[in-house]
């Protein structure tokens, strides 16, 4: 099945972030990979964090210091730039070690102007929100490690106490006897056999803690890897409707030179074959000529202009549907009538209760259902189509089903050729903020939800 929603975009790159893998098993998680790279990566984020911290103290510190100068306005717009260097490196340390893909920021776009790049710089808010991850990781990765390795020390010293102990110094008890073992007071030692199984239980109850105290940490760090060191919805929301945009101009930049295309090779070549036949038709007539043949060039001339009247209606059909002028309930009605399949059209009657959708939706919607009922006759095999239209709250559904054979795929705007087939459906719906739903496993039937709002973007804004 294949699932593609406007919410589900990434920036980009922008991919989601990843989840962690499923995790071992109680008692075999202290030999577990993921245990061990999990305490791998809180000791490098010890060691990262006291340099990190330094240069987030320096970037706030230091912009503070030189707000009064231009010089230092460059420089600490720097190094809030710079926050996202060390946003990298954290997200590449969660990467290998934390099994979590967190997407980077998009990429920071240097405006034009002196004054409007120092603005942007200072203001970068993927900068800010690492050089604030810099700050929370020094305290947390002190407090990460020293509780994770001492659960870790202290369940393996208590597993290997009956052992390592015969090695320690003897003491002078409160009995007046010397005792070799580790000390409670001075009056109990962990010298005797049962107090030497006691210890081994206890290590063994913290070696088997230690994976899951180190597992919360791992949680903690990719909780606030995810929360300040990925893009935020904002940004990507901005991301996508950028690239929808992008998709939607190149789209109608396609569409005007396929119509220049067929006006200049089809329409206009068949006129000037008409001016032509009735150019030569006059001359006959002039000249006394054949009659017959000057009357079989003024068939051919009107023929060839009902034929290019045809053509001109087609372009300009494809352009504005004449039937949309009537409503969308009647353009979908038009649309199914005409179709090769058999498609059943409802449209809840309470779409157009509250009045006429904008303009640019309806030539969405209606281009939309056009487009997937006339895939499912060329590309699916299927029997039949329908098409339901319901208004829900500020927006309007449109769901198409076929029964065919299934399998139909999409990639979303940007990707491989954005502006065929479902992509470029997908593009038109994303450019004024609606959401693209394809659900078509192999076999069938395919299922495609549409949702539109009731107007477009630039009258809400």
Not at 60 to 73: R, W
Request: overall charge neutral; some cysteine; proline content about 6%.
């Amino acid at each position: 099945m294949t699932s593609l929603t406007a919410d589900r975009l990434v920036a980009g790159p922008a991919a989601p972030s990843g989840t962690a893998r499923p995790g071992p098993r109680f008692l075999t998680a202290p030999f577990a990979h993921r245990t061990w790279r999990e305490q791998g990566y809180l000791a490098l984020v010890l060691l990262l964090a006291p340099f990190a911290f330094a240069y987030a103290v320096f970037a706030v510190s230091f912009t503070a210091g030189v707000a009064v100068t231009v010089v230092g306005l460059v420089v600490a717009g720097a190094a809030v730039l710079g926050g996202r260097g060390w946003g990298a490196a954290y997200r590449s340390l969660a990467r290998d070690l934390l099994d979590v893909d967190v997407a980077a920021p998009a990429p920071y776009v240097r405006p034009r102007g002196f004054w409007r790049t120092v603005g942007s710089m200072l203001s970068d808010a993927a900068g800010w929100r690492a050089l604030l991850f810099l700050f929370i990781a020094l305290p947390l990765s002190i407090v990460s490690f020293v509780t994770s390795i001492t659960f870790l020390g202290a369940g393996l010293g208590g597993l290997t106490y009956w052992y390592w102990y015969q090695f320690l110094p003897q003491q002078l008890g409160a009995d007046g006897e010397l005792h070799r073992g580790a000390a409670f007071g001075d009056a109990y030692f962990l010298d005797t056999p049962p107090r030497l199984a006691l210890a081994a239980v206890a290590g063994l109850v913290l070696l088997l803690c230690w994976p899951w105290i180190t597992r919360m940490f791992a949680m903690i760090f990719r909780a606030l890897s995810r929360g300040l060191l990925s893009p935020t919805r904002a940004s990507l929301r901005v991301a996508e409707l950028e690239l929808s945009r992008t998709g939607t101009v190149d789209h109608a930049d396609a569409r005007l030179r396929s119509i220049e295309r067929d006006l200049h090779d089809g329409t206009q070549a068949r006129l000037v074959s008409v001016a032509m036949q009735l150019g030569e038709a006059r001359e006959q007539l002039a000249e006394g000529g054949d009659l017959h043949q000057a009357a079989d060039l003024l068939d051919t001339a009107h023929s060839s202009t009902k034929e290019a009247l045809a053509e001109l209606r087609e372009l300009a059909r494809d352009i504005h549907p004449p039937a949309l002028d009537s409503g969308l309930t009647v353009a979908l009605g038009t649309l199914a009538a005409r179709s090769v399949l058999p498609v059943s059209v409802y449209v809840d009657p309470g779409l157009e209760a509250h009045g006429r959708l904008a303009p640019a939706i309806e030539s969405i919607a209606y281009f939309t259902v056009a487009e997937l009922v006339g895939n499912a006759a060329t590309h699916a095999r299927a029997g039949e189509v329908s098409v339901l239209v319901e208004p829900i709250t500020d927006a309007v559904r449109i769901r198409v089903r076929d029964d065919g054979r299934g399998g139909a795929g999409t990639v979303r705007p940007g990707g491989q050729d954005p502006r065929t087939g479902l992509a470029g459906l997908a593009g038109r719906v994303y450019s004024v903020d609606g959401t693209f739903d394809l659900s078509s496993p192999v076999g069938g039937p395919t299922v495609v939800t549409v949702i539109l709002p009731t107007t477009s973007p630039s009258s809400r804004a």
